[in-house]
């Protein structure tokens, strides 16, 4: 059969399509970090976007941006080992290395690219990754990458570190990575990195926790490590720059010889384009603003526990209290996308889980350009939509 045949058999998008309700790939025209977008020419309530801080419209951002275009040019054109090292991906190392408190910080195109370049090249023949069984995809990946150069791969139950403590009480001497992330945006919940950590320690394993949802919005903007009091307890961070950051990129935070070792050893810092001039301005001004704003509390999160608290009034199944993302569990595929669609003709864009995964819920992610007036609409609309969007057992109850 030709390979290409699964793709001409694959339905499930165009059933939601055909059914009016496909959720995925909206087009927003102009900025869609704001508290509002414009989507098919309408405004709507944005609540489907990571730019938990408003940076990406801060005029500060956007001109370093625009600063660093005009006098580098658009594109690093080139790997970093080879022509495309800027100054500028330097000096942002620099400054994520001093404002997260670790030794030193390598730069990637993406944090997906971070999270599969770090754990490959970490874990080899003779090593083990353990990692939450609901690790992002791009952990995840770099594990299945791992395991083709010989590591082995064993998951621990979700956010159990009983789990971790006892596999690696019965695992042989062998080195291990265990990895997570530091916040779960769809059940509202933070890793056990206490344990994590101390479970590490006694077993000399390697701790990697991926920051991507805790960076500017916990411990100062430097995250969840850092909130719950472990600064120095993980050997290994990592984020994207696609969320508070305000920017595209990743980056790994480790001591300097490890980061040394990631320079010359993963594959996809090694192999790919250096992170555009304008991209890693913007990050960087964007972990200034973070810096200078580090001793109030996000409005993001303010604005999220408001909503959590609404929503859960009125009848919803709001998952776990943590964070900038208020999850709704629904019973099916066909309510998630059916109650999107509702939201959407309403005014108010939320997202749903990506197309791959067996899980329904709507997300709503809060920013700090969420506005009293932007949230009281949006649960004006959730309480009228009420009788609609609740599947009849959670009403009744
Ligand atoms: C926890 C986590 N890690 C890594 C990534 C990937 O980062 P990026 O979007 O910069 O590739 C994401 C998603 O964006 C994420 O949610």
Do not use: W
Request: one cysteine or more; hydrophobic letters at 45%; proline letters at 4%.
């Amino acid at each position: 059969m030709n390979l290409l045949e699964k793709c001409r058999a694959y339905s499930r998008a165009d059933e939601a399509r055909d059914a009016g309700l496909y959720p995925y790939y909206s087009a927003f025209q102009g900025p869609s970090g704001g508290g509002r977008a414009v989507r098919e020419g309408a405004e709507v309530c944005m609540l489907g976007s990571g730019d938990y801080r408003a940076l990406s419209t801060d005029l500060q951002v956007i001109g370093a941006a625009q600063d660093a275009i005009a006098l580098y040019g658009s594109s690093a054109s080139g790997t970093r080992p080879q022509g495309g090292n800027l100054d500028l991906h330097e000096e942002l190392e620099a400054d994520l290395a001093g404002f997260f408190g670790y030794e030193a910080a390598l730069v990637f195109p993406t944090g997906y690219m971070t999270n599969l370049g770090v754990v490959s090249s970490l874990a080899a023949e003779g090593d083990v990754v353990y990692l939450d069984e609901r690790a992002h995809a791009s952990l995840e990946d770099g594990a299945r990458l791992a395991r083709a150069t010989g590591a082995a791969v064993s998951r621990f139950g979700h956010l159990s570190s009983g789990d971790l403590a006892r596999q690696l009480e019965g695992a042989s001497t062998r080195s291990a990575l265990v990895v997570t992330d530091a916040l779960f945006p769809e059940e509202g919940q933070l890793a056990p990195v206490a344990e994590l950590a101390a479970i590490c320690e006694e077993h000399g394993a390697a701790l990697l926790v991926d920051e991507s949802h805790g960076v500017g919005l916990f411990g100062g903007g430097r995250g969840v490590v850092q909130h719950l009091g472990l600064a120095g307890r993980v050997p290994l961070m990592t984020l994207s720059f696609g969320k508070a950051l305000a920017s595209q990129g990743g980056a790994v935070l480790a001591d300097a010889r490890t980061i040394d070792f990631l320079r010359h050893t993963s594959r996809t810092q090694v192999f790919s384009t250096g992170l555009s001039p304008a991209d890693t301005a913007a990050a960087h001004a964007a972990l200034r603003e973070i810096r200078r704003r580090s001793d109030g509390e996000p409005e993001a999160l303010m604005a999220a526990e408001h909503l959590r608290r609404a929503l859960d009034a009125l009848g919803y199944d709001v998952a776990g209290d943590a964070g900038a993302v208020v999850a709704v569990r629904l019973p099916d595929e066909v309510t998630m996308f059916a109650a999107q669609r509702l939201l959407v003709d309403h005014g108010v864009f939320a997202n749903v889980v990506p197309p791959v995964g067996e899980r329904y819920q709507l997300m709503f992610a809060c920013t700090d350009a969420h506005t009293p007036d932007v949230l009281e609409a949006v649960i004006g609309v959730l309480g009228a939509l009420r009788e609609e969007l609740l599947p009849h057992h959670r009403r009744a109850a």
